[in-house]
Each structure stands twice: as structure tokens, then as C-alpha cells.
């Protein structure tokens, strides 16, 4: 049921899961990691780019740092008095984020973490901004897990990212955010994965979308599974749901598409 979708030639392939909270896009972006993964799409770049956690989690993972813990050590620098270590933030700008950074066989994971002060966490997101331009290069694909709701597209930290995949549940208030996604990074950018729901019920949904959303790019549907449930509700890993699980199986159907889309643009990107 996917639809196709275009993406510019010779652009890295960044993919950032979007949506309302509680649509199920962190679940999504692990069973697409793994799909990746699985079609040996290596090196990938994974970003937990939700501050209350959960991508790296649900990969079975620990995060040792943080982009926030980052961020935390340049204000201590820069605090200091030391004008020597002023001078160093731009350097350890770089150092801290590359520290951040926790490598794995076939991928690598980042996680922007809490802040310890209470307050906006714009200057977090400017930093994740500038971390993915400074880290994407070398990776065959980056998959960022973006926050709930459209702060982080309000602030721009998607601006280079290629396909934004917004979720939707199938209820009228996702599929309003979902509307609101495509507003604001544009349609063409945009595709739409319909989560928790069997064939028929995604079918309905794309066949009632409002005209604001119909050329929208439809990649396919992941329908509920008891067994993900299970696995969620025991904390164990998403990457373990055994290879017939409905989810997973789904999760992989898409994860082809969009790496099609990315090898029929960039030939290289994936090899």
C-alpha cells in the first residue's frame, strides 16, 4: 500500500520518525533500525533525540553520555574565567560530541539526554542540530527518533534531514499532527507510516485522508502484535522479537522502501 516519495540526488539519507506522543514512533524506529540492519544498510547512525529517553532502551542499550552532559561540560568551560578555554569551545564542540558518540558493530547511537537545569530546551536542540551536520558524513544512513509533538521541526533540528516519517495511530488528533508535519516541512518530504493498526483499518484511514494529506507518500502500516506488547511490557529488547513477528516483518517491508529511495538517489549511500 506504500506510495512513492522522492528525495533529492545525492542527498545523505536522514530520516527522522515523527508524530503526536503515544503513536508509537520510538517502537517504530527501533524495528526500523533493526530492518536496516537486517539489509545490511552499515554503518547506521541511530539518534535518541527524545529528551525523556527510550530508542536506546527499547535496542536494549545504555547511553554512557550525552549530547545535554555535552552541552553541561562547554557551560562549565565557559564559566571558568580561563580565556584559554574559551578559545577551546568550538574545538571541544567537536571532541565532546564525537565523545558522545557510543559505537557498535555495523552502527553507532546518540543520545541528546536530560539537562540538569530546568528551563527551554532550545539550546539542547541547536546542539543536536549541529551534531547531526557534524556526524552524518560517514554513515550510510543516519535514523533520528525525534521528539514527541513539533518542537524539534519548529527548531529546525530536522532542516537537513531527507524523508520525515510521521506516525499516526489512525485517530483524528495524530492524523492532525501528522497534517501539521507535512505544513511544516513540506508534503514532498514527508511520508506517512499508520502504526497499531491491521491492513483493512490502515487501508480505510488512507482512503479517508483529507485532501491536505492525500498525495502525501504512504509507506505501509505496522499492525498490532502481542508479542512486541509482551516484549514491552517485560523491558526486553525490540531487536530480539523473533524474525516472524508481524511488526518486525512489517518495520522491514518499509525499511526496504525507504532504502530503495536512498540507493535510487545515491548509489553509494548504502554500499
Known amino acids: 500500500m506504500s506510495r512513492t516519495g522522492n528525495q533529492a540526488k545525492g542527498q545523505k539519507p536522514i ?8 503513536v508509537g514512533k520510538t517502537a517504530l ?19 535518541d533525540a527524545d529528551p525523556a529517553g527510550g530508542l536506546i532502551s527499547v535496542m536494549g542499550q545504555k547511553a554512557k553520555s550525552s549530547l545535554a552532559q555535552a552541552r553541561e561540560r562547554m557551560i562549565e568551560s565557559a564559566r571558568s574565567g580561563d580565556p584559554a578555554a574559551k578559545t577551546r569551545l568550538a574545538q571541544d564542540l567537536d571532541y565532546l560530541v564525537m565523545a558522545a558518540l557510543e559505537e557498535r558493530e555495523g552502527y553507532a547511537f546518540l543520545a541528546i539526554g536530560r539537562m540538569e537545569e530546568k ?12 551534531a547531526i551536520d557534524l556526524l552524518a558524513e560517514p554513515f550510510a544512513l543516519v535514523l533520528i527518533d ?15 534531514v531527507t524523508k520525515v516519517l510521521a ?19 513540506g ?16 487501508c480505510a484511514i488512507v482512503d479517508g485522508l483529507p485532501p491536505a494529506l492525500a498525495r502525501s507518500q504512504v509507506l505501509g502500516f505496522v499492525p498490532e ?21 508481524p511488526a ?20 553509494d549511500a548504502t554500499n
Open 167 to 185: 506516525v499516526s495511530d489512525g485517530s483524528a488528533r495524530s492524523l492532525d499532527t501528522v497534517n501539521l508535519i507535512g505544513e511544516m516541512v
Open 225 to 245: 502484535d502481542k508479542t512486541l506488547l509482551d516484549f514491552d511490557r517485560q523491558g526486553r529488547t525490540l531487536w530480539d522479537l523473533p524474525q516472524d513477528s
Open 248 to 267: 518486525r516483518k512489517n518495520a522491514l517491508k518499509i525499511a526496504k522502501v525507504l532504502l530503495k529511495e536512498a540507493n535510487s538517489v545515491n548509489p
Open 29 to 47: 524506529s527501533a524495528l526500523l533500525a533493526r530492518g536496516f540492519l537486517d539489509l545490511a544498510a552499515k554503518p547506521l547512525l541511530l539518534i
Open 146 to 160: 525525534a521528539e514527541a509533538g513539533l518542537e524539534q521541526i519548529s527548531r529546525q533540528v530536522t532542516r537537513n
Open 119 to 130: 528551563g527551554c530546551f532550545c539550546p539542547a536542540n541547536t546542539l543536536l542540530r549541529e
Open 15 to 22: 530520516i527522522a520518525v515523527c508524530g503526536k506522543g503515544g
Open 187 to 202: 508534503i514532498e518530504r514527508m511520508a506517512i507510516v499508520l502504526n497499531r493498526l491491521d491492513e483493512k483499518a490502515a
